[in-house]
């Protein structure tokens, strides 16, 4: 736990020293949610009912393209291997590497959601609601997306190679966690979702960091 | 978890069998057979590409393609993990260092992973390795040289028995060569285990056998 | 009492009873294929809906099962590789995933060209045809992950892991894209359910399905022994054969293997 502790506090003052990584994927949510009325239409009732499905997609692209930065730095600078011989466990790299990539990506998508939600004429009871899937569905990408991550660390494609390997397995986190909004913004019951997508956070988090675990070992050859 | 004062009391083994690493089922050498206790040195040589490195990063078990038996204390490394790991410091190529980060953030890191927190061990440990007016540089702005010095002022900040140096001497001027050999030296007396790769001969450090790749 | 466990293990081994095997093999799926098809194609009635195009299925069906199929014997020997570091299960588990992802394929293909005359348009989001293709994915994603690694030892490794993931998530995309379907129904009426079907269409079928079955059987093995071949050059068993020294066929089979 105190390892798992000082891991977590060194991944952030990494990246809170240099505020861009910080902001990117926050950028990169905003600005492909923008495009979606230029491209689609303004038309508030088609923004509507379109929102639950944009929010989630753009979100789900933000994470994954804060994935790559988030590892790929501890591999290259020889970190990673230091830390797996100086005894700390696979699990608890991958944990707190996916407790830090949610608190510096996750949590802000959380967080701005609901601006964006506005910007696409969702009504506050849907906004609260895509805050509290977002805040459910998010940790399980950062969990499945520290698999595909641990997978293609030595890669020299690897960041386009993870999203062949990583986009498929967040399908069911996509499905319900759009499908929670949805529900929300037509006054349907929602319960249902958010059970699901609480019992996937409970399932990615318990198996994922094993499986990432086993894949930084291969990869760390 | 254990804490290794001056000495380290108990005798250590490592005993390498038969390993092997191969390239598309090619071995890259001759399978290694080697056995360390407590005060032994070792120095690995070979041409370039010789495998150095491989055979380093196989003991520590970074290598999967490996063929062979590490054991240290009779155990093999594979099976009890984290009991060699946390006797274990490894330094290779990459350095493992933060550039973003100080020099005494970096060590103090890695000493909390271990050990209990001691800034001012780290502190003297940095003015050692001749670069303790920089502990509050980021890494990323100082030399090949210097960066190479934060790194190797680990083996102060934590004292395990075993170390596993790939290449220590590259970059470091003559001053900060002496002091690496006096400091492996105090090291091996303390009942340390030491192995070692270098271009260079190294003379500084006793009892130094060595072990010539093919 | 493992003796069996681990002579399965070694490649020379696999080699030479897949050798005796796949004559038979062959010799099995092409029956199966004649009569199946013949059956199917020529002996069944028509639906009293669909028509003929409706034989379709004798392809489609079997392809979609053995897609399935495929996926979980490949995560199963990824698997049994990384567990008990056997080679040869490693080697069956990389050769399952091109034959998989064309079954996978084919099943989308068939899909969809039964969809034109059954939906009036070639693709629609019915659920299965949607977890087919999400299925393709994973196949593609497993292929490339295998091929990126330039170390063969690291690529097997890395690739069972992910067909372990997959083959866990598997269900869960599933249920996610067939619960995903019924919340977005109206538009398709799904053709594919079948809640009876006639014994005269159910014969060929499963008689298709275990032609795949032995299909698969035999490619794989066609696959796996190309693979050792190229693995273990170096072995002397290998140079030896090539070489056609004697001391290979020393066994009670002295054919020589092509």
Redesign the interface.
Known sequence: M??IG?LVS?EL??VF??QSEFIYPVAFFVMVTTMFPLAVSPEPTQLAFIAPGVIWVASLLSLLLSLHAFYQADF????L?????????GYSIVLSKVVANWIVTGLPLVLVAPVIGILLNLDTHANLVAMLALLLGTPSLCFIGA?GMS??LG????GV?LT??V???F??IL??GA?TVEAASMGRPYIGQVAVLAA?LILSGF?APF?AS??MK???? | MAVYNADHKSKNTIKISDLTVSRGDIPIFDPVNLQLSSGDSIQIRGVNGAGKTTLL?AI?G????HEGIVEWNERSIFDHE?DF??N?L?L??????????TAE?NLN??R???FSTDKSLVRQALEQTGIGGYYDEFVARMSAGQKRRVALARVITEPVPLWILDEPMVALDIHGQAWLEQVCNNHLERGGILLVTSHQPISGINGLRELQLT | MWTWFYQLASPKWFYEISRKLLPWFTGTTLILFLAGLTLGLLFSPADYQQGNTVRIMYIHVPAAYLSMMVYVIMAVAGAIG?VWKIKVAHIVSVSCAPVGAMFTALALLTGAIWGKPTWGTYWVWDARLTSEL?LL??Y??FM??HS??D?KK?AD??SA??A???V??IP??H???E??NT?HQGASLSKFEKPSIEAAMLYPLLIMIFAFKFYFFTVLMHRVRTEILLREKQAKWVKAMITGETAYSASENTTEAK
């Open positions: 105190k390892k000082s060194r003052s990494v020293r240099s290259d600078d020889g970190s291997e230091q830390l797996l011989l100086s005894g700390v466990s698999i997978l293609t890669l020299r494609n690897g190679l062949l390997l986009l498929p397995l399908i069911p499905i319900f499908a996937a198996f499986a086993a894949a291969i990869s760390i050859d | 990063r520590c970074l290598c999967n393609s984290s790991y946390e274990l490894y290779g190529h990459s350095l493992g260092l933060k550039p973003k980060l953030q890191f890695y909390n992973l271990r | 990384l999400i994915f994973l593609l994603g490339a992950l990126a690694f170390d690291s490794k890395a892991v992910l372990i993931v997959g866990v998530n869960i995309i249920f996610s894209v619960w995903w919340l």
